[in-house]
């Protein structure tokens, strides 16, 4: 990955967040209330090839979403992050295709696999958590991420038999 596009990436989920949280915070302060939701990931707390410039965007969003709270609490302005896991998006279809043999793609068993709900996750499974953490229901919960990843972050994985 080339210095730039490892930039593009933070730009993108690190530094854009920022950008609007500092534009939003001065309103919610003089309205004496706000939530802000970060679309963090479970890559805040894991490492895989292939995806650094993505898990230390993450990461920061993460600690971002945790100092926001730390700065202004104070005003009820409560900012929280939600952790998707694996998605099944048309992004992710490719990954998901059974392969000309009619295996699975390797990296589709190797996410059911560690995901003790054995599947991608949908789209509007993410639904609940968000409208959780935008109402009232959650005005003491603040720097906290809700991971909503089917149990990845929690398993070790199966003990070989």
Not at 48 to 64: F, H
Not at 115 to 133: H, M
């Amino acid at each position: 990955m080339k210095a730039s596009e490892f930039r593009q990436v933070i730009d993108v989920d690190l530094n854009a967040p920022f950008i609007v949280s500092k534009a939003v915070i001065p309103s919610m302060i003089k309205k004496g209330h706000g939530k802000i939701i970060n679309i963090c990931s479970m890559m805040s707390e894991l490492g895989r090839e292939t995806v650094s410039a993505y898990a230390a965007a993450k990461g920061g969003l993460k600690m971002l979403t945790r100092n926001i709270c730390s700065e202004y609490g104070e005003y009820n302005i409560q900012c929280n992050g939600i952790g998707p896991g694996y998605i099944a998006t048309p992004q992710t279809a490719p990954l998901r295709e059974k392969q000309p043999d009619g295996s699975r793609h390797p990296f589709d068993s190797f996410i059911c696999a560690k995901t003790p709900a054995g599947r991608w996750l949908e789209p509007d499974e993410l639904a609940g958590p968000a409208v959780f953490l935008a109402s009232e229901a959650s005005n003491a919960v603040n720097g906290h991420i809700l991971y909503v990843d089917g149990g990845i972050l929690a398993y070790i994985g199966k003990q070989p038999k």
